[in-house]
């Protein structure tokens, strides 16, 4: 009788377990097949269009996976930007082409007189320099960051580019801060020569004497230059508003902020290097004695009346007469050289 007790609480616990078993078997299927996990998160995708969960670590912006609005961003990221970039960057490269295909160097007109006028100030010209140094670094560096994955990664492999875009990395960081230094700077010591005037109007009906031989009137500065002064510190200030906003994140922002941030911050600096390249191409090859005026801040007598008359008119009035170029000076500026007296 014991025995058969025995056997027969043998077949019982034999049975629980064997239920026990078959019981849990399909939800411990279900819990690590991952199709059924993918069915779930495409339900959860297709009704709530987020994918959000409960998490422990104190930063509950990592609890969400997936929302609309990040997907709207990546794709913002991934395709419009570098669309933007390439119509804006190579566009401006191929007018500057035509530009100077058709219009070719303004040369000066009637020739130099070998007598020099002081244009900017030695502090000008520091400010300037200094914004274009930074500016074409955070410009190559940032088009590293935006488009260095797609074009620079495949030719020169992984090694080397995970070296200079760490080190890129680094140039975008800190060289912020003079950039937005040489932007304040000039957007004081040039403010009042750039005002908009009546004279602007005349000048950009006029195309800017770039047909024909007529040179409109302009001031310090033409309308084609207020409008580099005010891309420089509108754009240059709002990338640099929104880069400190990238480099300190969620201080002061959410995601929807940082998104933003980031958006302006590219589409912006992506016009201002279309906008400069532009301008590069004016202060150098387009037109004859322009460089020089940045370099060594002196400018011909006849590039002054020529392309600034009303400024050089006021000059002589204040009695800042042009003085002869020092005897066998050689200016960087296309290869010409002042004229010595
Ligand atoms: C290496 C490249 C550059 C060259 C060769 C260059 C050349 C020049 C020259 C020659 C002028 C004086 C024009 C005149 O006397 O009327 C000038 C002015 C100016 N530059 Fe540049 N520049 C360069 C880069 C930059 C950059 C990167 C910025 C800003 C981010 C900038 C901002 C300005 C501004 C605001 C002015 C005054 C307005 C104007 O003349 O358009 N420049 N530049």
């Known amino acids: 009788m014991a025995i058969l007790l025995r056997h027969v609480r043998f077949i019982a616990m034999a049975l629980a377990l064997a239920f026990i078993v078959v019981a849990s078997a399909p939800t411990r299927a279900q819990h690590v097949n991952p199709t059924a996990d993918a069915v779930k998160e495409e ?3 297709g009704e709530l269009k987020r994918i959000t969960g409960e998490c422990t670590i104190p ?14 961003w990546r794709h913002f990221h991934g395709v419009t930007l570098p669309w933007i970039g390439a119509i804006a960057i190579l566009g401006m490269i191929a007018l500057v082409v035509v530009f100077y295909l058709v219009i070719g160097t303004v040369r000066m007109s009637p020739g130099r007189t070998g007598r020099l006028m002081l244009r900017f100030s030695a502090f000008e010209r520091f400010a300037h320099w200094m914004a274009a140094v930074c500016f074409i670094i955070l410009g190559l560096t940032g088009l590293n960051i935006t488009f260095g994955k797609q074009l620079i ?3 020169i492999g992984p090694e080397a580019f995970s070296t200079i875009s760490l080190w890129g990395k680094y140039a975008h960081n800190f060289l912020s801060f003079p950039f937005t230094l040489s932007v304040v700077l000039i957007g004081v010591v040039w403010l009042r020569a750039n005002l908009p005037s009546r004279v602007d109007i005349e000048w950009a009906m006029q195309g800017g004497g770039f047909i024909g031989d007529k040179h409109p009137p302009a001031d310090l500065f033409n309308a084609g230059q207020k409008m580099v002064y005010w891309g420089v510190v509108l754009g240059g200030g709002l ?5 400190y906003l990238l480099m300190f994140p969620f201080y002061g922002t ?8 980031e958006i ?3 589409v912006v600096a992506l016009l201002l290097i279309a906008l400069i390249i532009f301008h590069v191409y004016m202060g150098s090859v387009g037109e004859e004695g322009a460089f020089e005026a940045m370099w060594d801040g002196t400018v011909d007598e006849t590039w002054a009346k020529q392309h600034h008359s009303i400024w050089y008119d006021r000059e002589i009035s204040k009695g800042n007469v042009p003085k002869p170029a020092p005897a066998g000076e050689v200016h960087p500026a296309v290869g010409t050289a002042h004229a010595a007296e």
């Open 43 to 45: 339900q959860l995708l």
């Open 59 to 72: 930063d509950q912006k990592a609890c969400t996976l997936e929302q609309p609005a990040g997907r709207d």
């Open 153 to 155: 990664l495949p030719l």
């Open 239 to 243: 990338v640099a508003a929104t880069g």
């Open 254 to 261: 959410e995601i929807l902020g940082m998104q933003l941030a």
């Open 264 to 266: 302006v911050h590219a």
